[in-house]
């Protein structure tokens, strides 16, 4: 079943530019798809440092204990992703087709074991054809470019409608630096650590250590704050590979940390619009919770409540699906100080209805592509954005023939 | 919009008899809609003791609140239940309303409001126009029957598409007594405690606290064991009334509390069968967890998972997804351990698809209206048998035109 464009799609992609010590290729290994890119190899220069979140599922791919075995180096030298066959819960095979794929790129750049990651995404539980990707890496070691990343982006994704990328550049110590993200969805999106597959890629001169800190920060308020449909995938990985090559000094890095949470924030944004079905973006705003953690949970038990995205879908502005969201979030809340606007419009305060509210005055806001939806729980400053987009008919559809 | 029968509907409804000391009327107060009984009044025998269990939502309903403290007093009198309206997230106003009607209904029966009981169900947010209620309670005592109960059924329901009942009968004492259920669902189910409008009733004579407690049990192992969609209501209330006019002694309540476990379940699987737009009933068992609580986790991690219940909806056999879902539950599971089966047949077994299994053989099974998933986790002792039912097509059509 071909699906159609989604419609929250950006009417343009980016120019990636090229980052010195990164160079990409995809190929046509056949593993699941026909017709288009699944595997992409990047090479890294030599000395390029590495930092990388993963799934907290408990059934992780093997792909993802690979890498964090990987990632105890600090260091990496090529990437091999795959899509269309997710290598989870493949057993000690899986294992092995890992150790495929990562003893060929070691052949190939002279590397060891520990400077190789993988990731693979699709279907979970049948066999990775290993030998199809180890059998093209030569061939695609031969036309690595500086250049490919639309490509790129391209051959990582499964049921995504559009290439998700996002450059951004930052300066540490007066040098320029550039970072360039790429990711994929679509479903199976509740990131518990990342989000299924998102890479990102820069010159700037930086040790695994501080890298791995950055990441793990601006991981936690974007990626870790999107959701599709609440399924946690086996595969969630966000690696994050620093060539070194912009010569910067060490030093401040606050201006790249904002740079970093541009690119992951645009790429978790990309991810949500790109959701399985996606007819409209949701922002959802809770503030007054006991901690920013329990805002999280609270944003999130309304982000994942099929009957309020249900509603979103219809352009129903049926807030009392968010009270009851807010109810069942487990976190503290006061009833009678509960506050909730949609598109800045007070439709809720003090444990009722604001008399003064009338349905006409967000319907315009609830038939657009981009809700606001603002609580206020009324106990604490914590506070939470989360991300999320309606349930529609073709998520079923999308569903319903994944694997036909 | 007419919602269709539920195909899992049964065939005929059960006969409920009569108990001692319990009548029913119903009403159309016009709360809400048009041409249907939407009001159920219960008069109980005095000496009645009640049980109950309610909703854990933080943002419990008027009448949740107000029931919470009748039930101090062991004793009922009166059940006022309307359908249409939750009087949720009202304010002072809604506990206002609840007042009003626990007042009628004392002066109609002569009894203090800590004996009367009511519940509402349908939108959340709208004001109760209680004068509906309390204009229409004194015609309908005059109404009072010992056979009406499935209208009592009908009055109670919303988007349900089949009144819902069960009966059974228990031996106190050499003394036979009768137990009548009657339940709603059927979306925002994912009971907290109880489904959200369940009543039972039976001529036994037990004590409250002996009552509560059997209530708090079984409740715990039927009604918190299903799901429709994940979202628990802001009115789940399951109340449990015994008029004490079987006169049988004090003594051992076991086969009571079997026939009351029987009630439960049969009502808990209706609720379930008539969820929003199923099609199919998922039984899922899963066992080697490390605790019951951990085993209904994992089973309620699969049973609200949106990917797992599309592909049901489809007749897919997609495994991966259960994978995913217990891997994303949170609790103790043994990857390399796990085991999956559907309809008897073995899928998956230490970490990974058993060789022998061809997806024809379970074709059949999926294609059916009684789909069964069984998961073991390998880690321990821990065992439990949730049930939802599969996500289509109509769960989207029912929740985006629900209010209008």
Redesign the interface.
Same mark, same amino acid.
């Given at each position: 079943m071909p699906i159609p464009l989604s419609p929250l799609a950006p009417r343009s992609y980016p120019e990636l530019p090229a980052i010195a010590g990164v160079r990409l290729a995809v190929a046509d290994a056949g593993i699941r798809y026909k017709d288009r890119t699944d595997v992409l190899l990047v090479e890294l220069a030599e000395g390029t440092s590495a930092a990388g979140v993963f799934?907290r599922?408990?059934?992780?791919s093997a792909p993802v204990l690979a890498c964090r075995e990987a990632l105890a180096s600090g260091k990496a030298r090529a990437l091999v992703v795959n899509s269309g066959n997710?290598n989870?819960?493949?057993?000690?095979?899986?294992i092995k087709s890992v150790a495929h794929v990562v003893d060929k790129a070691c052949a190939l750049f002279g590397c060891k074991a520990s400077e190789v990651y993988t990731a693979s995404t699709g279907?979970?539980?049948?066999?990775l054809p290993d030998d199809k990707i180890t059998g093209i890496l030569g061939e695609m070691a031969k036309s690595l470019s500086e250049n490919a990343w639309q490509q790129a982006a391209r051959a990582i994704m499964t049921t995504d409608t559009y290439p998700k990328m996002a450059t951004r550049t930052a300066s540490i110590g007066g040098v320029t630096v550039t970072l360039n993200g790429i990711a994929k969805g679509s479903? $199976?999106i509740?990131p518990?650590m990342a989000t299924m597959l998102a890479f990102v890629f820069t010159d700037a001169h930086i040790p695994a250590s501080a890298l791995q800190q950055m990441l793990s920060e601006t991981n936690a308020t974007t990626f870790n704050c999107v959701t599709v449909?609440?399924?946690?995938?086996?595969s969630d990985t966000l690696l994050l590979f620093a060539t070194g090559k912009a010569k910067n000094p060490a030093g401040d890095y606050a201006d790249f940390k904002r740079a970093l949470h541009e690119v992951l924030h645009e790429l978790a944004l990309h991810v949500v619009k790109d959701g399985e079905g996606a007819e409209k973006l949701v922002a959802i705003t809770v503030a007054g919770a006991d901690s920013d953690k329990a805002a999280r949970t609270i944003g999130m038990s309304i982000a994942?409540?099929?009957?309020v995205k249900?509603?979103l879908?219809?352009s129903?502005a049926?807030?009392?699906?968010i009270? $009851?969201?807010?109810?069942?979030?487990?976190e503290?809340?006061d009833?009678?100080k509960?506050m909730i606007k949609i598109g800045g419009v007070m439709i809720?305060k003090?444990?009722?209805?604001d008399p003064a509210y009338r349905e006409a005055q967000i319907a315009p806001h609830m038939q657009g592509r981009d809700i606001k939806i603002e609580v206020d729980v009324g106990i604490g400053a914590g506070k939470a954005t989360v991300y999320t987009c309606d349930?529609?008919?073709a998520?079923?559809d999308i569903?319903?023939?994944?694997?036909?």
């Open positions: 799934t599922s408990l059934t992780a997710s989870a819960f493949t057993g000690s095979v899986g279907v979970i539980g049948e066999r479903g $199976m509740a518990d449909d609440g399924d946690t995938s086996t994942n409540s099929p009957l249900t509603a879908a219809a129903d049926n807030w009392g699906r009270v $009851m969201a807010v109810g069942k979030a487990g503290k809340a009833r009678d509960l809720a003090n444990g009722e209805a349930l529609t008919h998520y079923i569903n319903g023939s994944y694997r036909t």
